[in-house]
């Protein structure tokens, strides 16, 4: 690893264990940011939306770090540390019946609310047909994700590890988001 990476790693590493909630936090947003844009370019958008991407940075910083920062230590807590394979299986599934849907929903109602603008009755309507799709899906890729992320990954570095994947899931969802709009036109 050159010397310049290298350092910025320790650096991020150091922050991470000083301020932990405000590094996540800020790693999600610039991940958010990632992800949108690359949603954004796959969609064909050739004007970087500025509006939609600052938004976007908002939700990650906001809500998807510090979500994660506290799910994670309450996962921790409830089992104790524990990492065997029993106990992994057990954290998967409650996250999968309890903040996968939730976070799936939340971020569709959001996107629909706040970054379209679009009335209630229609976020509404498209969450009443794009959600379970949605959901299933998640239910396929994420419960590997967390599995990895339970049995291999340390505490500290467990919302990092889920941010990055959840790049590429947003990327997903923006996708999805994008072919509901298109639908309606």
């Known amino acids: 690893m050159g010397s310049l990476a290298k350092k910025g790693l320790q650096q991020y590493l150091l922050q991470l264990q000083q301020h932990p909630l405000r590094t996540k936090a800020i790693t999600a947003g610039v991940l958010s940011a990632i992800s949108d844009i690359v949603a ?29 920062h506290f799910l994670h230590l309450l996962l921790d807590k409830l089992f104790k540390g524990k990492r065997d394979k029993s106990t992994v299986a057990k954290k998967v599934l409650l996250e999968q019946i309890t903040s996968s849907p939730w976070n799936n929903l939340l971020f569709m109602v959001y996107y629909g609310l706040v970054i379209e603008k679009r009335p209630w009755i229609q976020v509404k309507s498209n969450i009443k047909r794009e959600y379970p799709k949605v959901q299933y899906t998640a239910w396929a890729f994420w419960p590997v994700v967390g599995w990895v992320n339970h049995l291999y990954v340390p505490l500290q570095l467990r919302v990092i ?4 994947i959840a790049c590429c899931w947003g990327i997903f969802l923006n996708l999805r988001a994008r072919s509901m709009v298109l639908k309606k036109a």
């Open 40 to 68: 954004q370019k796959i969609t064909g958008i050739q004007k970087l939306q500025v509006r939609r991407l600052l938004l976007k940075v908002l939700f990650g910083v906001a809500y998807l770090g510090p979500f994660g």
């Open 161 to 164: 590890f889920h941010s990055i």
